[in-house]
């Protein structure tokens, strides 16, 4: 998948630091590469954030695996242990409004939201019943 002007986040930090020796595969540097000319004002790495050669915001190019949905997660689950674990994953995710919208694929869930899920179900004693709906490849835009 080719990184697009159009699929980063608003606000992420852009780097044109090319001393740096991650730069090539660094996504704030490639956004960087990717700035329209119409944008003048952005955030950015500044230079002297790489110190002996580390740079505390690299964030790789490497692609992830986002999961959408997950509409039968709780098919195994016993009556008596779905309420408690809904709640919990309801507060997990941010809430009702949040935890609907990924439930229902609005929204993806990163490696580590699903990690999170995995552990949760995990400490209920069904950890191989989480299945998500789908997934994804994309690259992962941490935050600063």
Not at 68 to 75: L, N, V
Not at 92 to 107: A, D, I, N, Q, W
Not at 115 to 128: C, N, P, S, T, V
Request: hydrophobic letters at 30%; glycine letters at 4%; proline letters at 4%.
């Amino acid at each position: 998948m080719e990184l697009k002007w159009k699929n980063i986040p608003n606000g992420w930090a852009l780097c044109y630091n090319k001393e740096c020796v991650k730069h090539e595969r660094c996504l704030h540097w490639h956004a960087g590469q990717l700035n329209p000319q119409e944008e003048t004002i952005v955030r950015c790495v500044m230079p002297y954030a790489l110190k002996n050669d580390i740079c505390p915001h690299y964030a790789s190019t490497e692609m992830v695996t986002y999961a959408r949905g997950f509409s039968k997660i709780y098919d195994q689950v016993l009556k008596t242990d779905y309420t408690p674990l809904r709640k919990e994953m309801t507060t997990m995710l941010s809430g009702k409004r949040y935890y609907y919208e990924y439930m229902r694929g609005k929204r993806r869930l990163s490696p580590e939201q699903q990690e999170k899920i995995r552990d949760l179900f995990a400490k209920y004693g069904y950890a191989d019943s989480v299945h998500f709906d789908s997934f994804e490849q994309d690259y992962y835009f941490n935050e600063i």
